[in-house]
């Protein structure tokens, strides 16, 4: 850091040094034309911060650092601001105000001209005075402080900065432009400089302020709260060293869990219905319209209860082999085998004008997919066409299958 501040101020220096005569010419007439001198030298040194425009289309002039500089390094008693208060800069501008209508009273032009470059000089010193404040305010709000270690430096830089911003508040409620505008007349240059310039400087001015005391309640609340969790934090390291067999009890076996582990949201909200709420009324009527009652045969029930009859006998043999469903169903996945390509069982079904029922010859199909082996399932991939039951939530209808190879 320290060696980038000695460039910049290296390259500061050398830049005074070598373009001195465009230094001194700006603090002596009070201004240069640019158009004079060399536009990148003008430009290198409006970079450096050595001049500045105060208005589009005015000319250069010293800035108030700059300045200050040579005043205080030459003394010069002319240019050389005693008090940087702006009551005293105020009176100096009203006073400088009165000396150039006294010479244009008396028609002492050549004095006038003189006293308005003057009060010119005083006002853009001002301005360029204040901005170069609120500008080095804004500096130290954009570093959050970082020339300061601690965060309790940090707090007392933050509001050492409120109170400076409060005086520089208070100090422009010093301007009134009542009292200016009446000071100006009809003049066209008072009322330029001012008026329309010291009017709208302490607008922009007052508008950063705002912004900026903002900005300084928010880092202090910020620091406050980086404070607090540290001081937090320190005491339970005194704590723990006090008390190095201190364990934390495991929150899961408390009966209250305290806030800072209990953020996860609940999977469902606690819900009740309220019958005397009158907007739910029509929801309430059409939840007991798809109502089903059903009705149980108590003496039917009591018949089945009963001891039934029953013979152990040998069960007749089934010759499944002969069975045409299970064939036509070896058939159709032989057929997909075959072809290699997925084929619909419905469409199966209709080329060969089967003559099983629809509904029985797709719950075959499934029925053969499921008598298979693990490993035989393994060769085939069957999908379901069909859609939700419209009434009943997770009943699903199935129309269709459609039989393929992996």
């Known amino acids: ?65 700059v300045r200050a500089l040579l005043e ?66 804004w500096r130290r709000i954009h570093n959050e402080f970082g020339y300061v270690a601690s965060i309790s ?54 508008q950063e302020l705002s912004l900026a005391q903002a900005k300084l309640i928010d880092l202090l609340g910020k620091f406050r709260e980086y404070l607090h969790r540290s001081q937090l934090l320190k005491g339970f390291v005194l704590h723990q060293q006090q008390k190095p067999d201190y364990k934390v009890k495991d929150y899961s076996e408390q009966a209250k869990i305290p806030g800072l582990f209990n953020q996860a949201k609940a999977i469902m909200q606690p819900a009740s219905i309220d019958v005397n709420n009158v907007e739910h009324e029509l929801v309430y009527v059409d939840l007991v319209a798809h109502l089903k009652q059903v009705r149980h045969n ?4 009591q018949k089945l209860r009963q001891g039934q009859e029953f013979s152990l006998e040998d069960i007749e043999s089934i010759d499944i082999e002969s069975d045409g469903l299970k064939e036509a169903v070896e058939s159709y996945f032989c057929q997909v085998i075959d072809s290699g390509q997925p084929m619909s069982a419905l469409e199966y079904h209709r080329q060969l004008s089967l003559d099983f029922d629809r509904e029985v010859w797709v719950y075959g199909v499934i029925n053969g997919f499921g008598g298979l082996n693990q490993d035989e399932q393994e060769f085939f991939e069957i999908g379901m066409e069909g859609h939700p039951h419209p009434t009943f939530d997770g009943n699903f209808i199935i129309e269709d299958v459609e039989l393929g190879l992996r």
Not at 171 to 190: H, P, V, Y
Not at 191 to 199: A, G, K, P, S
Not at 298 to 301: A, K, P, V
């Open 1 to 65: 850091m320290s060696s980038q501040l000695e460039r910049a101020g290296f390259t500061l220096l050398r830049a005074l040094s070598k373009h001195a005569d465009i230094v001194m010419q700006a603090y002596l007439s009070g201004h240069i034309n640019d158009l004079e001198y060399d536009s990148n030298v003008i430009e290198k040194l409006i970079e450096l911060g050595v001049l500045w425009r105060p208005e589009p289309g005015e000319d250069l002039r010293l800035r108030s650092t």
């Open 72 to 137: 205080n390094s030459l003394r010069d008693e002319r240019n050389r601001q005693l008090d940087t208060n702006i009551g005293t800069k105020l009176a100096a501008i009203k006073t400088v105000t009165n000396h150039y209508k006294e010479s244009l009273h008396h028609k002492a032009y050549g004095d006038a001209e003189v006293y308005l470059e003057d009060l010119a000089e005083q006002v853009y010193t001002l301005v360029d005075s204040l901005k170069s404040s609120v500008r080095n305010l």
């Open 153 to 206: 430096a940090k707090i007392r830089e933050n509001e050492l900065a409120q109170s400076q911003l409060t005086q520089m508040r208070q100090q422009l409620e010093m301007f009134q432009f009542d009292e200016l505008s009446k000071l100006a007349g009809s003049s066209r240059e008072l009322r330029r400089l001012l008026v329309v310039q010291l009017q709208r400087s302490h607008s922009e001015i007052s």
């Open 298 to 301: 108590q003496s039917l029930n």
